[in-house]
Each structure stands twice: as C-alpha cells, then as structure tokens.
C-alpha cells in the first residue's frame, strides 16, 4: 500500500542548538563609526552584559528554517478544510506586494504627498469593500477580525453613551464564534446568549424575550457557523432595531454570501471584514492577517482614526475626531494583507467575486450530499443547503466504536489531508466543521469525503488502529496533559535549562 | 464564469455537481436567503471585469510610481524606524508550508510551525529576560494594551500609571483598549531636563490602588530610562505590577527589562526583520514571568514543550487554551485568535541569522550612530537646535528641538532629498518645534553628515529670508 510520509528531522531547539559563539557579521557601515565612544556614552548601570542566543552559519540557519518547514502543513500543501478559518488558495501573484522593496522600505510618517499612489489604492479598495458590504464608510484600522469585533462593540457603546441610554447587554448567539462574546465582554458588555432553534437558525421568540432597554446590540454572523443562512434575518434585525439596539456583522463567513447579498442590505449596522479569510491574504501560522471595519453613515463618527479622505483629488488621513472611539492601533492598518486583497479583488473582478461564492457553496453541498449518503456521519439541523461550512457529527462512531471527532482528525492527518475545525460550534456534539472554499476542485473533494468514509469503516472494524493516529505525521499524538500540566509546563528553553 | 483560481467553475463540473446534490442550478442553493436580498446585479469593484495577471501587475505597479522613492534613507522617527532586512529572512518567509498554513490547532502534522514559534518564544523570552514571552500579538501597541489589561485582572485593581515616555500614539491605543473598563488612566511626566519619568512624580501618583506602573525604555522620545530600578521598586512596593516596554533593538545595548524587575514585558517586532510596510503588518512582543498568577492572565497563543503520548518523541504544542475565546468566550483573557505568528517566524529568522554576539554589536553601531548625530548637530547647529531633553541619553531616537515651526524645516530638507525627523506636531501640538528623527544600521556616515549639512543650509537660508 502506498502510504504518505511527512517529514521528520529531529532538529534541535534553538537557541539550544549547538552554535558560534563570534562568528563575524558584516553590518553595514559599521567601521565608519568606530570612534565614535560609546562606552563613555551610555550610564554603566543599564549596559548589557551578554545575550545567551549563540550565533549560526547563514547555511544552518536556512536549513533549519527550511526543515522545520517541510514539518508543516498549508494549503499549498493540501487541503484544509478548517470550518469558518476560510482556507483559500493565496494567489501567488499577491507576493508582489511583499517582494516590493519600495513598500518594504516605506515609512508610515512619509507625508502623504509622497505616497499619492499607494493611497489611491487603499481609498479605491474602500470603495470597494463598501460596495461589497453595503456600507457607507470603512476603516483599515483594525488589525485583524477579533479587533474588528472589539472596535465595533466600542462603537455600539459610544453610540449608546451619546444617546444618553445606558445599555450594558450585547446579544450573542450559542453558535457564534468565540471572538464575539470575549469581544463584547472586552468592551464592557454582560453577554447574553441566544439558543439555536432546530432548523439552525436563531430562535426569534427566545431572541424576543431576551431584547430589553439594556440591549446594546446584536453579533451575528450570517452565514452562522453552521453553514446555514439565518432565514428570518428581516424578523432579527426588526426586533434589534424595534429595542434600539445595534446590528453587528461577524464577517468571518463572508464567502457564502459574497456577490450574492450583502449586510448592509439585511439592515446591519457595522461589519468587521477578515481579508485572510474572504480576500486570500494567507493566514501565515496563524497571522498577520488583515481586517476592515465598516459601518452604516449614521455611525461614521465613531469609526476609528485616522480614515481616509479625499479632497480636491488628493487623499489624505484624517485624525479628526470628535466621537470616534480612537486609535485600534499605531498607523492605518495592515498594509500587505490590503493590499493583496486589492489585487485579489482586481483580477477576479464582479463576476470573480460571485463565483467564488456560488462554487464554494456549490462545493459544500457536493460534500454535504456525498458524506450524507454514505451514513456514517449526522448532520444535525437538517439537510437545508449550506453556505460557506457544514457541521457533520462524528456522535454515531463514537457511540457505536468509542471513536472521536479528534480520532477521526487524526486519522485524516495520516492520509497527508488536514483536519476540519473540531468541537466547534459548540451546539454540535463531536462536530466536524468543513469549509472548503471555492479553491478545492472536485477531486479534491472525492478525494476528502473517501478519507471521512474509509475512516468511519475502519472505526467499525479496528477503532484502536484509528484511535492510535496519526502515525505518518512529524509526531505520534501528543501527550497534552503533560503539555499542559503546571508541574509540566515548558513554554520556553529557559525552563530547559533551569531543569538541566 | 470559469476562473483558475476556483476549479469547480468549469461548465461541465459544475452541471455534474449540481446533478449530485439534486438541484437545477446555483440559484436554488441561495433560495433561503430572502428573495429580496438577493443581488440582481454585479457589485461595482475592480476594474468591472477579471483582469489577466500582467494587467492587475501593471495597474498595481503604475500606482506604484506614484510613490516616492527614498534618496537618502529617511530619518523618521516614531513607533517605527527603517531597519535593513536580510534576504535570508524574506526568502524562508515565503516557505509555502509556513505562510499558507492555518494556526496550528492540529500540532502533529504541524511540528515544524509549532518548533518555529517555540524558537521565537524562547529567543524573545532570552532578549527581554524573562521565562515566558507568548506567540506574538498584533503589534507592539495593542500588546500594550493587553499587557495592562492582563496587570488588572492580575492584580484586580482599577489605577494605572503611565509615563508619558509610552509616546502619543500608543497612549491613545491604550486608551482606546481601556473603554469599557473602569480604569483611572494617570499619566506621569517626563523630567524635562533628564527625559526619564519624573520619579518625584512617580512617587505621589503610584498608591496601593495601582495595577501596574507603565514605562517605556527608551522612551518614545529615545530617552533612556536611567533610574529605572527606582521605578521597579516603587511599584513592587505598591504591591503593583511593572510593565516595560521595550525596542527589542536597544537590548542588545540595554539591561533586559527582566533583570530590573519587569513582571511584564512588551514590545514592537518591527525592527526584527519585518520590514515597515507603510506602517503593518508588524508584530506585538508580550511576555512575563514564570509565574502561574500571570501565566493565566496572559492573552494570546502559547507554545508548550511536551512529549508523544508513548514518551518516545519530544513535540510541541498549543497550550493553555482554556485562557482563550474559543472555550473560554466571554470569560477569555482576550479576543485574540489571528495573531503575527509569520511575523514571529520572521523574527527568530532574523535573531538566529544575527546571534546574541551579532545583536549586540548592531545595537552597539546603532549607539554610535545616536552619539555622532548628536555630536553632529551639538556643534554645527548649536545656534538654532537643540536636544528637547538636554541631560538625556539617547539611543536610536533623537527628538531635535528647532526655534522655529519644524514642519516647514520638514518640508524644506525634503526639496533638498532627505526625509528628516517626524514632526511631532500631529499627535503633540505643544511639540510644534520637534523633530524626532531616527538612525540605524541604514544610515552611514555620510547620510548623517548629509542631514546635518541639509538642515544648516536650510536654516541658513530659512534665517536669511526671515531677516
């Protein structure tokens, strides 16, 4: 049998590594400033003595970097169908704008003058993204989705404040992602949570009895995380709006409704875009990504500072502020993942755009139907089509053969493809949560659903070899227990040679 | 419409797939979304049409143009200043394996992402001196943030201190961060003379109800925190916590802030090898103590050491998830999920290719830079410059106090090539007359003799016009 190998090659931990103790930097001009004193310069007490990091070969430092590589798994190595991290394709043409050494060079406090070019850009993106969103101004402040959130529910607070109605309560749906209630709390919100109704939507008599004069708002996002559209979002935004409350687009799962329908129009008040997930910037190991927060006119005010305006043809930034919630950050926001973003949106263009959407959700159904037919795993919520993800339940080899949603995981890992988000949302027992964006092809998808059903087959006649997964992989499973014990803990080599 | 990028656009695949899952057409895969929300048309964006690669290339790079090319390297100061980046760092970063993967949520299939962030955790805990420094934030001012947020859950009081040597700009981050909480934001002044924060001052405002004292060293302004051990110690007797924020740059130079007492360190990653970008994607530098207390305090990702469930391979790990929003949700030490873990890589790239030796000796040539320029301006422009803090030591920064307005200096050097100092002006009014202008490893001595000879032809000039 032809089995996958990932690669394995023990290298050790640096700064632990053996290295050079003065191997001979060349820095740049260096010897020009040798007479300069500085000894005499700097006060005795704060010099440094020495900085325990040895020093490597330029070679060793590109193999270890590039071995430690091939121990790694992205999407241009296979698939992963991570449900609501949106794992698209990052197009290669994006990197022009990393490899630029101009913008590598640039200096946020260049004057705006200099940089005209690179402004049109962003104010031409902001169009953009309006148009998408259909809202009516956005700031690039936010420097990824969960700040977006935070900045978002700094708005509803102010709002409120300057209306002079104390509202302390932010609605959150049992299926949304973690980031919106810690979000709301982070902004001083008590966090009141919404139940999911049998058909995945939320419940709109719960969500009745739940609206007070302490509503502040609403976060939801739509696609949920179930994949399914909220169906009475008309119903959601009345009743919000009905109590005076705010209505707060989670844009995570933006791609099931791109170019299709758009927030504003659903009557939300302010949206957070995640432009790693929707517009391909990559997720890098778990970031920078980038983000946008838009907003309604209404609330233009309060958007974060500096925005960026156009007057008499020239863009500048405009750090007036008069109810706006202030700063997210230092400077205008994550510059690369925006500007992939407008290269992104330029070479698909309008009809681009909703393609990715309809084959992404086309996708997800093909899926959905296939893994359905099989029976080994349940899909709760009914067979109403998906958007963007769909949550399977792995409940049924668990309870049958004892083996797992992460048993499942890792027997996919060992088949060279990654997992889906697991145990997540949490309304779904042993979930299995499955987005994989329009970039996957069919035999992509065939291929991954053979996975799920040769997994589930396997459980019923060996769950121990299951259960022993991954054995292909860099490492066995991992003992987290042990990771994660106090008495255990290592979270850096300092407790390494503390114990040595 | 068919596309490269989205396989499944193909006609006849998508006929095929639609037959699968039983339907007629995409449409009826919309059908509960209300029909009233249903775009008819296409969204106005792009250029109203998918371009080819060489086109979208082309209209990128003519905007491009429009963006000025830097004769001399620029002397601008602030939260950022330009570092070199060697092509070692920007050619591993572009591993696909690396760039492209999610966070690590499976670790055994993603060791050697989880080792890469190890690394970094560890160097950074080796350069600020301290056992536990997290997987990276989005940039040094919301790192910030967090760090203050974490010292009040910490502590569970409701008053900090802050040095105006934290700078402007993240002073208004910070505040941004604190709405919501009820938390009394002091802010301490800086001694004008020495430009570290005024310890008589310290002495009445830190009290028994303060969370944490906040100092950056060097200051925003480059001064160095000289009596900073006072500082620590007056916190620490106010049962209080002390948070350092620290240019991991001038720690190759300067006392690791874990060794005069920081129970929480912070920093920006930027001059690490990350480029500057126009001001982002960076990276926040946020660690602590080995101390379970604030270990359980701290935001973001953390990589832990552990073994395989057999024993028989050593492997690294998330850890700690239970502090975090995805279990935790509204009781999460923080909304954090993507952070700047590629921005991290890039950063133990950077300190590995350097080396501790390779750090101290850049940070050392950056000192000398600092001392000349000063030297450079104390005797050629003693008349109409001087240092904003003139018994301060600097390092890196230099804020340069002008008898007139400074912007029209700005203004004026920039005819002459040389992009100086950032003018202080928009974020400090009362600092309408500073420059704060910034040297590195970029600039030689000739870029430094070349500035000061710029700004005395344009005083001269500026004076002779004036008269």
Redesign the interface.
């Known amino acids: 049998m032809n089995i996958w190998r990932q690669a394995r090659w023990l290298e050790d931990i640096i700064p632990l590594k053996k290295g050079f103790k003065n191997l001979l930097h060349v820095l740049p001009y260096e010897d020009e400033f040798k007479d300069v004193d500085v000894n005499h310069y700097l006060p005795e007490k704060i010099v440094r003595r020495d900085i325990d990091i040895p020093a490597y070969p330029e070679l060793e430092v590109v193999r270890h970097y590039v071995r430690l590589s091939q121990e790694s798994y992205g999407v241009n190595t296979g698939t992963v169908p991570l449900g609501s991290c949106t794992m698209k394709y990052n197009p290669k043409i994006n990197d022009v704008v990393v490899k630029n050494e101009v913008l590598e060079e640039l200096h946020p406090e260049t004057p705006e003058e200099l940089v005209q070019g690179l402004l049109e850009i962003l104010w031409e993106l902001e169009q953009w993204l309006k148009e998408i969103t259909g809202m009516d101004r956005c700031s690039f402040q936010v420097p990824a989705g969960a700040a977006g959130e935070l900045a978002g529910a700094l708005i509803i607070r102010q709002y409120h404040i300057d209306r002079g109605e104390n509202r302390d309560e932010m609605l959150v749906p049992d299926s949304a992602h973690g980031t919106n209630p810690a979000s709301a709390a982070m902004a001083g919100f008590k966090v009141v949570t919404l139940p999911t109704d049998t058909n995945g939507n939320v419940d709109t008599e719960a969500l009745k009895a739940s609206v007070s004069r302490r509503t502040a708002g609403l976060m939801l996002t739509n696609p949920n995380t179930l994949g399914l559209f909220e169906e009475h979002i008309d119903k959601i935004s009345d009743i919000i709006h009905g109590a005076g409350g705010l209505l707060y687009y989670d844009g995570a799962n933006l791609n099931g409704i791109l170019g299709v329908a758009r927030p504003g129009d659903m009557g939300f008040d302010i949206v957070h875009l995640n432009l790693h997930k929707t517009f391909s910037a990559p997720h890098g190991g778990g970031g920078p990504g980038g983000a946008a927060i838009c907003v309604k006119k209404e609330l233009e005010g309060y958007l974060p500072r500096p925005l960026l305006t156009r007057s008499g043809g020239r863009f500048v930034w405009d750090y007036s502020c008069d109810k706006c919630i202030g700063m997210m950050r230092v400077y205008y926001g994550n510059i690369i993942a925006l500007l992939r973003t407008y290269l992104y949106i330029l070479m698909l263009g309008p009809q681009g755009l909703r393609e990715v959407c309809e084959v992404s959700v086309l996708n997800t159904n093909y899926l959905m139907k296939k893994l359905l037919n099989s029976g080994f795993y349940e899909l709760p919520y009914g067979t109403r089509p998906r958007k963007h993800e769909v949550v399977f339940s792995a409940r049924k080899l668990k309870k049958d053969v004892g083996v797992t949603a992460e048993d499942v995981a890792k027997a996919l890992l060992d088949r060279g493809l990654h997992a889906p988000t697991i145990y997540f949302p949490l309304i779904v027992e042993e979930a299995l949560m499955i987005e994989l964006t329009e970039s996957e092809s069919i035999y992509d998808i065939e291929r991954y659903v053979e996975a799920l059903i040769e997994i589930a087959k396997e459980a019923y006649r060996d769950p121990q070899k299951i259960k022993n997964s991954p054995k292909h992989t860099t490492v066995s499973r991992l003992d987290l227990a042990k990771a994660n014990h106090p008495r255990t803990l290592v979270l850096s080599t300092k407790y390494l040679k503390e114990s040595s | ?1 068919p ?1 490269p ?5 193909d006609p006849e ?2 006929k ?3 037959s ?4 007629n057409s ?1 449409e ?7 029909e ?4 008819k048309h ?12 060489l086109e ?2 082309k ?2 790079e ?9 004769e001399v ?2 002397f ?7 570092h ?2 060697p092509e ?1 760092v ?24 989880l ?5 970094y ?3 950074m ?3 600020y001196g301290v ?3 997290n ?2 934030m ?5 790192a910030l943030a967090e760090a203050v ?1 974490m010292a009040l859950r910490a502590t569970r009081r409701r008053k900090i201190v802050v040095s105006k040597g934290i700078g402007p ?2 002073m ?2 910070l ?3 604190l ?3 009820e938390v009394k934001i002091v802010e301490a002044p800086l001694d004008l003379d020495k430009g570290t924060t005024s310890l008589s001052r310290l002495y009445t405002l830190v009290d028994g109800e303060t969370a944490a004292l906040v100092t950056s060293n060097p200051t925003f302004y480059g001064s ?3 009596e ?2 006072e500082q620590a110690e007056l916190i620490h007797r106010k049962g209080g916590l002390f948070i350092v924020f620290a240019d991991p740059i001038s ?6 802030p874990g060794e005069y007492g920081a129970d929480i360190v912070v920093g920006e990653g930027q001059p690490l090898g990350l ?9 926040g530098i946020l660690g602590t103590r ?1 101390d ?1 207390r604030l ?1 359980r305090q701290l935001p973001g ?15 690294f ?1 998330l ?2 998830q239970t502090r ?9 030490t ?10 991290a ?1 890039a950063v ?2 950077y ?12 940070a ?2 950056i ?3 600092t ?2 320029l000063i ?1 450079q301006v104390s005797t050629k422009l003693a008349d109409s410059v001087r240092l904003l803090f003139a018994g301060a ?1 600097y390092f890196k920064q230099v804020p340069l106090r002008f008898n007139r307005a400074y912007e029209q200096i700005f203004n004026l050097l ?1 005819k002459q090539g040389v ?1 100086g100092g ?1 003018p202080l002006s ?1 974020y400090e009014p009362e600092y309408s007359d500073v420059g704060l202008f910034c040297v590195t ?5 000739r870029h430094i003799d070349k500035l000061v000879e710029s700004l005395r032809e344009v005083i001269k000039r500026e004076h002779m016009e004036a008269s």
Not at chain 2, 351 to 362: C, D, E, F, P, S
Request: a positive charge; aromatic letters at 10%.
């Open positions: 419409m596309h990028w989205i396989p499944n656009s695949i998508k095929y797939m639609l699968v899952i039983g339907v995409i009826e895969l919309f059908e509960d979304i209300p009233k929300y249903r775009l296409l969204l106005k964006v792009g250029m109203g049409k998918p371009l080819s690669e979208a290339k209209v990128f003519e905007k491009l143009r429009r963006v000025y090319r830097y390297p620029p601008l100061g602030g939260e950022y200043c330009l070199y980046v070692v920007k050619s591993l970063l572009l591993r696909d394996e690396f760039y492209t993967a999610y966070t690590p949520y499976q670790p055994e299939i993603n060791q050697g992402l080792q890469a962030l190890f690394e955790q560890s160097l805990t080796e350069l056992e536990v420094v997987a990276s989005y940039d040094g001012s919301t947020r700009m993240k208004s981050v505040r941004t961060w709405k919501g909480l160095i925190e000289s900073i051990d720690l190759g130079v300067l006392k690791a480029g500057l970008y126009y001001g982002g994607s960076t990276l080995k379970l270990i990702r953390l990589v832990g050491m552990t073994t395989t469930l057999d024993g028989t391979s050593r492997g790990a850890v700690l975090e929003q995805h279990i935790r949700r509204e009781r999460a923080s909304n954090i999920t993507t952070n700047s873990a590629l921005a890589i133990a790239i300190v590995t290719y350097m080396g501790g030796a390779g750090l101290k000796r850049l050392r040539s000192a000398a830079r001392v000349y030297e030591k920039l992009v950032t928009r490893e970029v600039h030689s001595k």
